[in-house]
């Protein structure tokens, strides 16, 4: 059962940047896509960014975007967040996510997170004004 953790997590001021990495725990793991999901207290999940493997195709949601990038290592199977210039609206908690299922459309990026079944503990950023 492959665990996925992350790191990268902190307290910034506005402004600020921090990158967020998350690793599998084997490497033989092969993933469809791998996200990264936010949620602040009450309110729900949403996908902030998603990455298609082995195609490389990205998805940012607009709330983010030109501020945030997501990237990988293929070889370590590892997914980075870059955050820029963020803001106290970025605080919450960020979990790495994985869909291994196989779809026939290859550039297909899943936006649902039932559609992911490989979930982080998740990492805390946490944005002062």
């Known amino acids: 059962q492959v665990q996925l953790v992350e790191s990268g997590g902190g307290s910034v001021q506005a402004g600020g940047s921090l990158r967020l990495t998350c690793a599998p725990s084997?490497?033989?793991?092969?993933?469809?896509?791998m996200a990264w999901f936010r949620q602040a207290p009450g309110k729900e999940r949403e996908l902030v960014a998603a990455l298609g493997w082995p195609e490389g195709n990205t998805y940012v949601t607009n709330v983010v975007k030109g501020r945030f990038t997501i990237s990988r290592d293929e070889a370590k199977k590892t997914v980075y967040l870059q955050m820029n210039r963020l803001n106290p609206e970025d605080t919450a908690l960020y979990y790495c996510a994985a869909d291994l299922t196989w779809y026939s459309e290859r550039f297909y990026l899943p936006s649902r997170s039932s559609e992911y079944a490989y979930w982080g503990q998740g990492t805390q950023v946490t944005v002062s004004s």
């Open positions: 084997v490497h033989t793991f092969n993933p469809h896509a």
